[in-house]
Structures are given as structure tokens and as C-alpha cells.
């Protein structure tokens, strides 16, 4: 994907144009209710190789032992949303209060056991920008492979170098599924050319990850019977009217819909098509990544791939959440995932925020308004990869790093990209690979299933997990008991 002329120009402007680590240390960040024991750093890495293209990173230290611990990208979805709203919303060590006013902390913070960098990624998305045309959101697949290997390799030559020795894994969520896998054969391609810095690429995991639109469109029909979404008469007719005959797993829905992008399908016209439209998203009032989550619809127009709020009440009663988590309860945060994209967007537009985190004047001055998810960006990316099995079947062939394995994990009540289309798809990668699978069985938390799993091995391992909570991710993939 890249070539050897854009990697040369590349390495030649960030030798050039060295950049201190410190300049981007975050000195104090606003309206946090304890203090960390953990640096934390946020800046701009070049992303191509005259660095008019600005992606914006925030990396946390490990609150273990950061100079043994792994390094963790975290790459979000969408296509256009923010790898900083998932640091507020899921993964990172903080979190905003319902009001966006302040902070507390996320003890489930994937920077307990490793370093975690968060980069906004494509241009256009969160503080990412560009800055000769800071409305330029022109995104594809290809493209943006290229702008996230570029940005790494900014990390690790100039921003960050003494991370270039150190381990590091790429993960991420949701439309993740094509950003990792398209990033990962150019890493692949880098190190075994010996252009790229860092050789000890160890790592992939994806949250429901969209990595085969087919599938994932198959499947959430079916997933959608198996909710008790609608009638077993209904059921009678839909696989009358698609010509489910055999199997009803292998039943094609996809071919009696149409798409423009990829992203979103209508009905052919067809008595199936126009059957099977409504289960492919939900009423306003629900959850789109957790079916059972309780959220209250506001009237609130909100962006069609966001999830639904519940009304704000009076602030005083939310204004120390920290002391009121049930660490015990499926839903210890009161509807958290229903208002944390608000929070956040309010805490990352104050001024003073976005001081402490160096963000560009020049951002500041043109796109001005940090948003969780851009329609904007949704609406003109250009999807290459509706199909990731080649991609996987070249990193698995062509890796030489030792000890490379890859997670494949899904919360079982997200409807976006539901679980069994996932697997589905990572059933067939392995059959065409000859990978025998282990017995799919429970994992435990807390004496509890969390979810169940199994391995198909080979070369590259493939851990396929199901997860009981989405938002709750576990980390125990990077530590050293992973591979057991």
C-alpha cells in the first residue's frame, strides 16, 4: 500500500524536524478529582510526509510498570469517530461526569496492565486535521492504512523513540475491523522490508469488528428472531419470501438488499427485503451496541450511528459519581453508556482542556468544535474491504515476529456488528487455513460467566471470545497468562 518513495520522504522530514517528548507531556489536566500516578502525553504525529496532516494522539502510561509493560493503539470506528471519546467512554482512565464538568476514574482503565495510545483517526475525526484545508475528510481504506502506518511511524522515530524497542499491540473496535487489518499488513510489509521502526509487533484484538458486511447482515437477521424481535408468524414468512429453504444459516438475506456505501442497506423492493429492513437497526430508545441497556428517548436528532440519551437531571446528585459505582452491577454507572458521549463533548470543548492537551490553534481556529462521531465523515468515506479474509490470510502468511497471536472478542447484545456474524466470519478464515479449533467454553470473572471462547490454532492463533457487557473489556489478552 505504501511506497518506498513515500516511506523515504517520510523518514527523511521526521529526522529533520526532531520533536522533545516533553513539549507534549500534559502538565496538568482540568477538573480531575484525584491525581495519577501515571505520565500522560498529547500532541499531533505527521501522518504524511510534508506533516500537513495532523492526527492527534493521546498516550497514557501504565499505572504497573511502564517501562516493561506492551504498548496498545486503540484505533475507533465509526467510519469518523473518536479514539478520545473511546478513552472517556470505554477504555481510557477517565471518565467524564454526567455534567462534562470534571473527571473521575475508570478503574477498569486498560492502562493498569499497558501504555495505551489513542490516536483520532481519519483526518477530520476528533482534533485530527489538516492543516493546509482543515475541511478536507477525504477518506477510503486504503488511504487511511497509509495515514495510521505513517502516524506510527512518527511515533516511534521522533515523537516517542523510546518505544521503539518496546512491544506493542493494535486493537480497536467496530469498522476497527477494516482500520487494523489494512494497518497490520502494512506493519507487516515495514518491518519485514526493514523500514519500519519498531520489529516487535506482537498483536491484534478486535471488538465487534466489521470485517465482513455480508455476514454481519446475515447474521443480525437471525440474531434478530433468536431477541424475540418479532413473532414466530413473521419469522414463517420472512424465510418464505427469502427462499429459505435449506439451513436457515445459510440463508442469503443480503442479496434482497441494497447498498450505496456498505454501511447502510434498503430493501431491493422485494417482498424479503422489505421484511428483513426493520431488523437492521433499532428504535430510537435503544441501545444500538447493547440491546438490553436501558436509554430514554430526549427527541434528541441524534447522529444515526450515536447511542440514545436519557434526560439530564439535576447536576448536584451526579457530581461525585466515583463514590457511587457498583463495581458488582452489570450497570455499576447508572446509564453511563446512554450520556458519556454528551460528557465528553462538553469536557473537550472548554478551552482550558483543550490548552492542557496542546491542541493546535489552527484547529482551534478553523474546525473549532471536537465532536465523538462526524456525519460529515460517515457520509463520503469510500469502503474498499467489504471482505477482510485476504487481509488476514496475508498477515497470518507473511508475520515473522515471534509470539504474534490475535483477539477476536464481541459483546453478544451488540447489534451493529453482532457476534454471530462475527464469528461466522472467523469460522471461515480458519477453515480455509486448516485451523483446528479447541472446545468452545465459558470464560469466568469474578466467578461468573463473562462470556464463552475458543481457539483455532496454527501459526497465528485466533482467540474468539464473546463478552456478557460490551462496554466492560477485559485486558487479561496482553498479560502474561494471555496465551493460556
Keep these: 500500500m505504501l511506497t518506498v518513495i513515500s516511506l523515504f520522504a517520510l523518514s527523511l522530514s521526521l529526522f529533520t524536524t526532531a520533536q522533545n517528548a516533553s513539549l507534549d507531556l500534559i502538565q496538568n489536566l482540568p477538573y480531575l478529582n484525584y491525581i495519577p500516578n501515571f505520565k500522560q502525553y498529547s500532541g499531533y504525529l505527521k501522518a504524511n510526509a510534508n506533516g500537513t496532516w495532523k492526527f492527534h494522539y493521546w498516550l497514557v502510561e501504565s499505572q504497573s510498570n511502564p517501562e516493561t509493560d506492551p504498548l496498545i493503539l486503540w484505533l475507533e470506528g465509526g467510519p469518523g469517530c473518536s479514539s478520545v471519546g473511546s478513552f472517556f467512554e470505554e477504555l481510557g482512565p477517565f471518565y467524564a461526569n454526567r455534567d462534562g464538568q470534571s473527571l473521575y476514574e475508570n478503574v477498569f482503565s486498560w492502562n493498569k496492565v499497558a501504555n495505551v495510545l489513542f490516536i483520532e483517526s481519519p483526518l477530520g475525526t476528533g482534533f485530527s486535521y489538516d492543516s493546509r484545508k482543515p475541511n478536507n475528510i477525504e477518506a477510503n481504506d486504503d488511504l487511511v492504512a497509509n495515514q495510521n502506518y505513517m502516524a506510527l511511524m512518527d511515533f516511534f522515530l521522533n515523537v516517542q523513540p523510546e518505544y521503539q524497542n518496546k512491544p506493542f499491540y493494535i486493537t480497536g473496535e467496530s469498522y476497527a475491523g477494516v482500520y487494523l487489518p489494512t494497518l497490520a499488513l502494512n506493519l507487516v510489509n515495514g518491518i519485514n522490508n526493514g523500514s519500519f521502526p519498531n520489529k516487535n509487533f506482537k498483536g491484534m484484538a478486535i471488538g465487534n469488528g466489521y470485517m465482513n458486511e455480508k455476514h454481519l447482515t446475515n447474521s443480525l437477521i437471525l440474531w434478530s428472531n433468536y431477541h424475540a424481535r418479532i413473532s414466530t408468524e413473521t419469522w414463517t414468512n420472512i424465510k418464505r419470501a427469502c427462499n429459505c429453504t435449506g439451513d436457515v444459516d445459510d440463508c442469503n438475506f443480503y442479496q434482497y438488499l441494497t447498498t450505496e456505501n456498505h454501511l447502510d442497506c434498503q430493501s431491493d423492493n422485494s417482498t424479503c ?5 426493520p431488523l437492521l437497526t433499532l428504535p430510537d430508545n435503544q441501545d444500538l451496541y447493547n440491546y438490553y441497556e436501558d436509554c430514554y428517548d430526549t427527541n434528541d436528532s441524534s447522529q444515526r450511528y450515536r447511542k440514545r440519551r436519557i434526560p439530564l437531571p439535576a447536576l448536584k446528585a451526579y457530581q461525585d459519581t466515583a463514590q457511587k459505582l457498583d463495581y458488582d452491577n452489570t450497570d455499576n454507572q447508572f446509564g453511563f453508556p446512554c450520556w458519556n458521549e454528551d460528557a465528553a463533548e462538553k469536557y473537550l470543548n472548554k478551552p482550558e482542556v483543550q490548552a492542557a492537551l496542546h491542541i493546535a490553534k489552527d484547529w482551534q481556529d478553523s474546525v473549532k468544535t471536537w465532536q465523538d462521531c462526524s ?7 469510500v469502503v474498499t474491504y467489504i471482505d477482510t479474509s485476504d487481509l488476514f490470510r496475508y498477515i497470518i502468511g507473511n508475520v515473522t515476529t515471534s509470539d504474534f497471536r490475535i483477539l477476536i472478542y464481541s459483546g453478544d447484545t451488540d447489534i ?19 485451523m483446528p479449533s479447541t472446545q468452545h467454553k465459558p470464560w469466568f470473572y469474578r466467578g461468573q460467566i463473562a462470556g464463552h ?24 489478552f496482553f498479560s502474561s497468562n494471555a496465551s493460556q
Design 453 to 476: 471462547g475458543q481457539r483455532y490454532k496454527g501459526k497465528v492463533p485466533i482467540d474468539l471470545l464473546t463478552v456478557k457487557v460490551y462496554y466492560f473489556v477485559f485486558v487479561l
Design 375 to 381: 456525519d460529515e465523515i460517515y457520509d463520503n468515506y
Design 273 to 277: 427485503g422489505d421484511l428483513i429492513v
Design 416 to 434: 451493529v456488528c453482532n457476534f454471530l456474524g462475527v464469528a461466522w466470519h472467523i469460522r471461515d478464515l480458519a477453515k480455509s487455513l486448516a
